[in-house]
């Protein structure tokens, strides 16, 4: 088929920008003609406060991707759309509703000349303001078809739009410092007594419940939480000095790019995601890639990508003493090592297989 993906590439950053140029190069290793649709700016800089572009790709960039799209400039937005009518199929990235204006700008350019599929990270986001849901409700009452990432988001689609709704694990998407290679995992032996909270910093992924677990669970482990802060690290540091952690938690504030991860996981005995609410994340993943155990809360697919008690723990979210509880049982004599032994990275090809598969039949007339 002739495929065209709208979303963010390089040099956006992330797991969005990862995930759609991945998904790109496997569509076009399947055999479909495809070209990737992104942004020569995505929406006002007050409206992310982070680093929004890198300098270096993170990953191989796809050959075929044009950066046309611009938050300001609405015709442009109906101009792609027109351009995209010849395509059998038209995949609108979605990772946040701001993007949802361009969106039905494209999609009224567009017409009825091609099929039209929502690919949602996330069908409202985990903290929601007043206009996402009117927002999103106009997207998938437009589209042909939507694929989300869990049933739980399946059934939240399904509450905004009549339109078929098809769910498909997301394959992994990881950073790389080099073009084309897969991250090399880190050679690590014995016990660092050291925790990595890492990622974008934000009120959902529970950092803060983390830190009360650390201050009440076993002595003498550190914590580094590597990231960018959404909005501000200010709070963060108050609830270190307030919880007495100082000379245990170190901040390492800002995006981190692929070529210094190894690192952060070589340092670590266990990755902790900590969410109160999840979707899907690619952290479990990647610290499977470096060869690292995962503490993880039981929200979204964490409980099905974590193996409670082989590779890692799992335990209750927004919830202190369950997670220190985690953290007690993780450092008793012997089990970093035990459950570090019985990580195995993922082979994604045959999920990416199916995936590609479920997309391209998505919302068919």
């Known amino acids: 088929m002739r495929v065209a993906i709208v979303g963010p590439a390089f040099p956006y950053k992330g797991g969005g920008a990862h995930h759609t140029t991945e998904l790109a190069h496997r569509l076009a290793a399947a055999g479909h003609d495809t070209v990737l649709e992104s942004w020569r700016a995505q929406y006002p800089g007050f409206l992310y406060p982070g680093q929004a572009t890198i300098s270096e790709p993170e990953g191989e960039p796809f050959p075929g991707t044009r950066h046309r799209l611009h938050w300001g400039r609405p015709y442009g937005w109906w101009r792609v759309g027109r351009d995209l009518r010849s395509v059998d199929l038209v995949v609108l990235t979605v990772l946040t509703s701001v993007q949802v204006p361009a969106y039905l700008g494209i999609l009224s350019g567009l017409r009825k000349g091609a099929r039209a599929v929502a690919l949602c990270h996330n ?32 059934e939240l689609a399904r509450g905004l739009t009549s339109r078929p709704v098809r769910v498909a694990e997301m394959p992994a998407h990881l950073p790389t410092s080099t073009p084309g290679a897969a991250p090399a995992p880190a050679a690590v032996t014995g016990r660092r007594d050291r925790l990595l909270f890492f990622g974008m910093i934000r009120q959902y992924k529970g ?57 952060l996981f070589a ?15 690619q952290n479990v993943w990647m610290a499977h890639e470096y060869g690292v155990p995962v ?55 045959p999920l990416w297989n199916t995936y590609v598969e479920v997309l391209t039949s998505t919302g068919e007339r």
């Open 123 to 154: 069908v409202l986001p985990h903290e929601r303001k007043p206009y996402d849901m009117p927002l999103m409700k106009a997207l998938l009452r437009r589209v042909d078809g939507v694929l989300v990432h869990s049933e739980p988001q399946a």
């Open 207 to 263: 950092l803060d419940v983390l830190l009360r677990a650390l201050a009440s669970g076993p002595d003498g482990v550190s914590l580094t939480v590597a990231g960018e802060f959404w909005g501000g690290m200010e709070q963060t540091e108050a609830l270190i000095r307030e919880l007495g952690l100082t000379g245990r938690v170190e901040l390492r504030p800002g995006y981190v790019p692929a070529a210094e991860v190894p690192e």
């Open 267 to 281: 340092s670590a005995d266990a990755l902790v995601l900590p969410y109160r609410s999840a979707t899907a994340s």
């Open 295 to 349: 503490i993880a809360t039981r929200v979204g697919r964490f409980p099905d990508q974590v193996r409670d008690g082989v590779d890692g723990l799992i335990c209750e979210p927004d919830d202190v003493g369950s997670l220190a509880d985690a953290l007690k049982r993780f450092y008793a004599p012997g089990e970093p090592e035990r459950l570090r032994a019985a990580v195995r990275p993922v082979d994604h090809t």
